[in-house]
């Protein structure tokens, strides 16, 4: 308590536990040094209590009984910056509450609290507040001093964060802030030594379809000549240009941001308020921000290279699992905001028994990380691999759909064939692999539930057709004879009603990619007929391929590509579709006295009759 005579210290203090003998605690033992004290029980009550009222300070347990204590602070940081936050913590807890600091605490007391560590801390906050209002105080008699000192204080601000995300986001608010701007894009380095900027962040009046996801550095539009030559340079442009192949908008301030000769960002302004034009003061403002900002931003981007360095197994140099879920969960958050897709591989290398058994340690490690380094070779730059163990592998493909997974899957499995490092030196034996896929958001909006669908579509694919037919090495033909062979006495309604399905679901989620090969006959050509006349007006992700006779043609004014019947060297009827959500092959319409019928979900063998297609007939596709 406060010795006689002296000032007892002022303000205000949200206090949330669920104990209420430990809120009675703490509210009577701050009221007792001078505090105005209020408390809750959950972190529901806290909200409430912060929308309705002004408080100086938090101090809130680790454990609440409604949500996270660390997303509680985060919750805090975010919404209510002007708050201090001390948590409170059991020995147990000592390293929530450190992550609790990272996330924007200002300190932590371990509980049973001591009364002089609490009197301390809240003193030591509160000093700090008194110090940073007379400071601001101090600013307001210089108008011109406080301008140019909040510019430099707001772009400082962007060094307290290096997690590139969040560090994007205060990025074009601080732009639009500074210049009035009501909305911007930016486009950051997804790594070191890029060829690539993608799309991090936006805010205001802009419509994500309309921006590039990506902007090939070597591609600018001759107006942004020399652009990179100069520090945080911008400069206005007033016409139409292609970026990356798309077309952007006329008019924006384009702010670049350089760092050692590279560009390694690039934002958009546009939309000034009221119509006017960006003038030479905005230029002037966004120049000195982004001096900082592009400093921050140059060490974000440092410290994610380090710690991909630093989250690598000693053994494999994959990255670990923790650091791989840890990005996974960013990446959800991302392509939920900006509505994308990732998808997440699973590469599984069989038994390594017999491999172990001939190989001594330092050998198996030799080994296993020219496997890492082969497949992560084979994927993108932007793709990140990680060991689940020495004989399980996950991989991270952001902005890829299902199809674009399957696309890297096959360029895996080529490889693996392929490559002769991938035998074991001094070893007879090379193990077989195992890939599956999974998507955000069609498998899953969580990690868990998309590791769940990956897991299980790898038990999946170890039992799939594929291996029983040895289908891997034959022809599409040559399999969908044999498929057909052990189909069975098919009723036309079931080839009919899955063609309808396939086709409607083509038109009913048009932005969805996928491959639809259809061989129509027997049973199968009205459905064909009618379910196509849905696409009519469309332009579908899906590639639609339709194999015609000599002599007939796709339906004039419904986008699908045509392709000889004799092509693929299959006389029968089919219908194959592989994309987002289930897979399905149907082949032989069943229609005929003595047809047979063979229609199947099996993913890896849909997957592998689809692709065998996409060769023969020379369909392009892109990851």
């Known amino acids: 308590m406060a010795g006689q005579g002296e000032a007892l210290p002022s303000g205000r203090i949200l206090a949330v536990d669920d104990q209420p003998y430990f809120r009675s605690f703490i509210q009577e033992l701050l009221r007792e040094d001078g505090y105005e004290v ?12 912060l929308e309705h009222d002004d408080f100086d300070a938090v101090l809130t347990d680790v454990v609440l009984p409604d949500v996270e204590g660390i997303e509680f602070v985060r919750a805090l940081r975010d919404q209510h910056p002007e708050v201090t936050t001390v948590v409170l913590a059991s020995v147990g807890d000592v390293k929530t509450a450190v992550d609790c600091m990272k996330e924007g605490a200002g300190d932590y007391l371990l509980k049973p609290i001591e009364r002089g560590a609490l009197q301390h801390t809240l003193e030591s906050l509160f000093a700090r507040r008194r110090l940073e209002a007379e400071h601001h105080r101090l600013m307001q008699e210089n108008l011109d001093y406080m301008g140019e000192l909040s510019l430099y204080e707001r772009a400082m601000g962007l060094f307290s964060t ?6 994007a986001e205060r990025i074009v608010d601080g732009l639009c802030l500074e210049t009035g701007a009501q909305g911007a894009v930016l486009w950051i380095a997804p790594v070191e030594e890029s060829p690539s900027l993608r799309l991090v962040a936006a805010k205001g009046l802009v419509r994500m379809v309309d921006e590039p996801e990506e902007i090939q550095i070597r591609r600018f539009p001759r107006e942004f000549d020399g652009m990179a030559d100069g520090f945080g340079t911008s400069r206005v442009i007033d016409v139409e240009h292609e970026l990356a192949g798309r077309s952007v908008p006329a008019g924006g301030l384009y702010v670049p941001f350089v760092r050692g000769g590279e560009l390694i960002a690039l934002a958009r302004l546009t939309d000034k308020l009221e119509r006017q034009a960006f003038e030479d003061g905005d230029r002037a403002a966004v120049e000195k921000f982004v001096e900082l900002a592009g400093l921050g931003l140059a060490n974000a981007l440092r410290f994610r290279s380090l710690e991909r360095r ?8 994959a990255y670990t699992l923790a650091y ?3 990005l996974v969960r960013n990446e959800i958050h991302k392509a939920s905001r900006f509505g994308r897709h990732f998808s997440l591989l699973k590469i599984d290398l069989g038994n390594l028994d017999p491999i172990r058994r001939q190989l001594s340690d330092p050998e198996l490690g030799h080994w296993l990380e ?41 360029r895996i499995r080529e490889m693996w064939e392929r490559e ?23 498998d899953g909006d969580q990690l868990e539930s998309i590791v769940r669908v990956l897991d299980g579509r790898l038990e999946e694919a170890r039992g799939s057709v594929v291996r029983e037919l040895e289908g891997e090495k034959g022809s599409f033909a040559l399999m969908a004879e044999s498929l057909l062979r052990v189909g069975g006495p098919g009723r036309a309604e079931t080839a009919d009603q899955a063609t309808r399905f396939l086709l409607d679901e083509v038109a009913r989620r048009p932005g969805d990619r996928g491959l639809l090969f259809l061989a129509p006959g027997g049973s199968l050509s009205t459905p064909v007929r009618d379910g196509l006349e849905r696409l009519r007006g469309l332009d579908p992700a899906t590639r639609v391929v339709m194999l015609c006779e000599r002599g007939v043609d796709p339906p004039p004014g419904v986008p699908v590509q045509s392709a000889a019947a004799g092509e693929t060297g299959f006389e029968h009827p089919f219908v194959i579709y592989y994309g987002e959500g289930p897979a399905y092959a ?10 047979s019928l063979y229609h199947t979900g099996d993913r890896a063998l849909v997957e592998h009759l689809a692709f065998e297609l996409q060769r023969d007939l020379d369909v392009a596709l892109s990851a």
């Open 370 to 410: 020219s496997v890492v380094f082969h497949v992560a070779r084979a994927l993108r730059s932007t793709d990140l691999v990680a060991a689940e163990s020495d004989s399980r592998y996950r991989v991270l493909l952001p902005e890829t759909d299902a199809l674009g997974a399957a696309v890297l899957k096959r």
């Open 162 to 167: 290096l997690s590139l995300e969040p560090l």
């Open 310 to 317: 630093s989250f690598k197994d000693p053994t494999t140099k």
């Open 324 to 326: 791989f879920e840890d």
């Open 38 to 49: 209020r408390t809750a029980a959950s972190a529901a009550e806290a909200y409430h209590a």
């Open 586 to 595: 149907l082949l032989g319409s069943g229609g005929s006295a003595g047809g």
């Open 420 to 442: 002769q490092a991938l035998r074991p030196e001094g070893c007879d034996v090379r193990p077989d692999v195992t890939l599956a896929a999974a998507t955000f958001p069609a």
